[in-house]
């Protein structure tokens, strides 16, 4: 089947402006996660759904950033007001059920860059 | 929390020859997983090779082995006969069984493979 995808896949946008990303996790998988990867550094996590529990937004780097999904559905990670340092790849990636063994399949991110 | 170094930015090998990646991390934990994700110049990255701490017996897949000493906190990649295909920046991860959720990254290391 078809692997996890994400749109756009560039996005530019300018400083103060709102962006939605969008992730359509692989069919059957319950876990979602997102995470951010700037410019020659590793992925940073922001947040996880399991789904219909609470999500873990522990991740979230200030109140612009937000997250939804439905339950096993499409997730979109929303940034209010974007700065400059919001720049950065955002990947997704998702999973069968949240265990630590269990592979996460990552999209081929979102690359934005805030004017 | 957790961290996980990686102290090669870049290495380079040639072709059929054989890499060690370096990774470190630290825990205060006794169970969790180590993993090693290659991310290629198309972003998506893809699972490598995963350890499970708990067992003693290093992990292979086909030419990827790792160096797992737990004493240590070490975790390095073995790359043997490198191909022209294993380009790539590869990311060292940990994941604690505890909270099955976010994986955490290293800084990455970009390997370069040479004819």
């Known amino acids: 089947g078809a692997g996890v995808s994400q749109s756009p896949s560039n996005k530019v946008t300018e400083k103060g402006k709102d962006v939605e990303l969008r992730c359509d996790p692989i069919?059957?998988?319950?876990?979602l996660y997102w995470y951010r990867q700037r410019l020659g550094q590793g992925l940073e996590f922001l947040i996880y759904?399991?789904?219909?529990?609470?999500?873990?937004k522990s991740g979230l780097p200030s109140d612009r950033f937000s997250a939804e999904r439905t339950g096993e559905s499409v997730s979109t990670l929303t940034i209010q007001r974007t700065q400059q340092e919001d720049s950065a790849v955002y990947l997704c990636?998702?999973?069968?059920?949240?265990?630590?063994?269990?592979?996460?399949?990552f999209g081929p991110g979102t690359r934005l860059t805030v004017l | 929390a957790q961290t996980v170094t990686q102290s090669q930015p870049e290495m380079s090998v040639q072709e059929a020859e054989t890499v060690t990646l370096s990774c470190t991390y630290d825990?205060?934990?006794?169970?969790?997983?180590l993993f090693w994700y290659k991310q290629p110049p198309s972003r998506q990255m893809i699972l490598v090779i995963r350890?499970?701490?708990?067992?003693?017996q290093n992990a292979t897949e086909n030419r990827f082995s790792v160096n797992f000493q737990k004493a240590a906190k070490s975790f390095s990649l073995k790359i043997s006969d490198s191909q022209l295909g294993d380009t790539a920046m590869y990311f060292c991860?940990?994941?604690?069984?505890?909270?099955?959720?976010?994986?955490?990254f290293g800084t990455g290391t970009r390997l370069q493979v040479t004819l």
């Open positions: 990636a998702s999973t069968w059920a949240l265990l630590a063994y269990n592979e996460q399949f």
């Open positions: 350890q499970e701490a708990y067992k003693q």
């Open positions: 991860a940990f994941m604690s069984t505890g909270t099955a959720s976010k994986l955490t």
């Open positions: 825990t205060s934990e006794s169970n969790y997983y």
């Open positions: 069919s059957g998988h319950t876990a």
């Open positions: 759904f399991q789904g219909n529990s609470a999500p873990d």
